[in-house]
């Protein structure tokens, strides 16, 4: 497709989407003017002297090796839609199986959760992923709402050791269960009903792969919802319907705000990054998108972690006018067949697999019999509590997001990555082709 420039986007989606009512894409700077002032009634104070400190970068840590890599292994199978999962959790819940394993077992879980170079500090994956996990429960209910867990299931085997599950549960906040006698039906129920629970009442869907679990199949299971809290609100008052260019074309409720937020624009590739801070700085989301109104097939495929890290590197603080969809997002996931492509291959063989330290007598007969994942991610217009001014906004640069995008949450601190997910699909009422 031909670059288009930046200053005649709005005149080309009204030229190439004849369909979309012109008159909303008109209105929309108003609106964005409308949003910045009704956020606050105060003058608004000089932009920072300097921006807030950058998180570590993501090459030295096992959170973004593990999620860059599981994300494009998804999203090889065209027929994703709305893929979304916790790069933290999942690396968690296998780190801590992984200490409870040997041999080439053990290996094979350390090179998955390699980060592409050594961290500055010299720290192990486990220590990184167990601060990481603590900050999160830390800031949970101040940056963001989250309901977060992992489980280790045991089908028909020994008991689970006494020091595994100490160690697991202190460092990794892992739960322990049991799968009792039945067939596959009364377990995919029996995990299913655990992630309701984990999601706080939340329906999550029914897995799309079938999981027959032999006696002595060990299964990790992750359940996260996630709400974030920005550090300053969209305004309802120009929240609006408008439509979503996605996999289907839906009439959405869009939320706009002006502000000052890190962004970087890659001209040679057409993609933009913004990075919006949760309350409190604690934690921030971060949006990758096309210039133009197109699936995520070419970004997905362009998505390396070196190209992620030197955009965000870049990203600089500027006046952004922000539309995004008020969008729930959910994704449930088996994770075997990607998880093998990667590497892990031993754990699933029940005759190779030694997870000797999880329970006592089980060589020869604990292996991983699945992975599965259960995610939510809400995007409402609602921040922190407390008050804060706004920023002084002048000719700010557009992120309109009425198109497919890519999302990450990270923890500011130690850089972790809770989230990564794509928003292909956003539910709404179905825009009819008139032709």
Same mark, same amino acid.
């Given at each position: ?190 995990? *299913?009903?655990?992630?309701? /629970?984990? @999601?706080?009442? =939340?329906?999550?869907?029914? %897995? ?5 679990? &032999? $006696? ?75 210039? *133009?109104?197109?699936?995520? /097939?070419? @970004?997905?495929? =362009?998505?390396?972690?070196? %190209? ?5 590197? &870049? $990203? ?120």
């Amino acid at each position: 497709m031909k670059r288009t420039p930046r200053h005649t986007m709005i005149s080309w989606r009204s030229t190439m989407l004849p369909r979309l009512h012109f008159c909303l894409l008109i209105s929309l700077p108003v609106l964005l003017v409308q949003g910045s002032a009704t956020n606050s009634a105060k003058t608004s104070p000089a932009a920072p002297a300097s921006a807030p400190p950058r998180p570590p970068p993501p090459l030295g840590d096992p959170t973004w090796a593990l999620g860059l890599r599981l994300y494009q292994a998804l999203r090889s199978d065209s027929s994703s839609v709305n893929t979304l999962f916790s790069p933290l959790l999942v690396a968690a819940s296998l780190e801590a199986l992984g200490e409870g394993s040997a041999g080439n077992t053990a290996s094979q879980v350390q090179d998955l959760l390699k980060p592409a170079s050594p961290s500055k500090a010299g720290a192990q994956a486990g220590e990184l992923l167990s601060e990481s996990l603590k900050r999160f429960s830390d800031a949970n209910g101040t940056s963001f709402h989250l309901h977060a867990s992992s489980a280790v299931f045991l089908k028909q085997a020994p008991a689970f050791s006494q020091e595994f599950v100490k160690k697991s549960q202190s460092r990794f906040r892992l739960q322990h269960q049991t799968l009792e006698k039945g067939d596959s039906k009364a377990d995919q129920k029996r995990l *299913h009903d655990w992630a309701k /629970a984990e @999601l706080n009442g =939340l329906e999550g869907g029914p %897995l799309e792969t079938e999981i027959k679990v &032999k $006696a002595g199949g060990l299964i990790l299971a992750n359940a996260l919802r996630f709400k974030g809290l920005w550090e300053r609100q969209f305004s309802e008052e120009s929240t609006d319907l408008r439509t979503f260019l996605g996999k289907k074309y839906t009439k959405v409720m869009m939320m706009h705000r002006a502000g000052l937020y890190r962004r970087h624009e890659d001209i040679d590739n057409m993609v933009q990054l913004l990075e919006a801070p949760l309350w409190g700085g604690k934690a921030s989301i971060m949006l990758l998108m096309p210039f *133009h109104v197109e699936s995520l /097939a070419r @970004l997905d495929k =362009l998505l390396t972690l070196e %190209l992620l890290s030197k955009w965000l590197e &870049k $990203a600089n603080v500027t006046s952004v006018a922000i539309s995004l969809p008020k969008a729930n997002v959910t994704s449930t996931l088996s994770l075997q067949k990607q998880l093998s492509a990667l590497g892990l291959t031993d754990a699933w063989d029940q005759k190779v697999a030694d997870f000797s330290g999880v329970s006592d007598k089980s060589k020869g007969k604990l292996h991983l019999g699945g992975v599965v994942h259960w995610a939510s991610l809400e995007l409402a217009a609602q921040a922190g509590k407390g008050d804060l001014e706004d920023e002084s906004v002048e000719k700010p640069k557009l992120f309109y997001a009425d198109h497919p995008f890519i999302v990450f949450v990270r923890d500011n601190t130690t850089g972790a990555l809770l989230l990564m997910g794509a928003l292909d699909h956003a539910e709404g009422e179905a825009l009819h082709d008139e032709l």
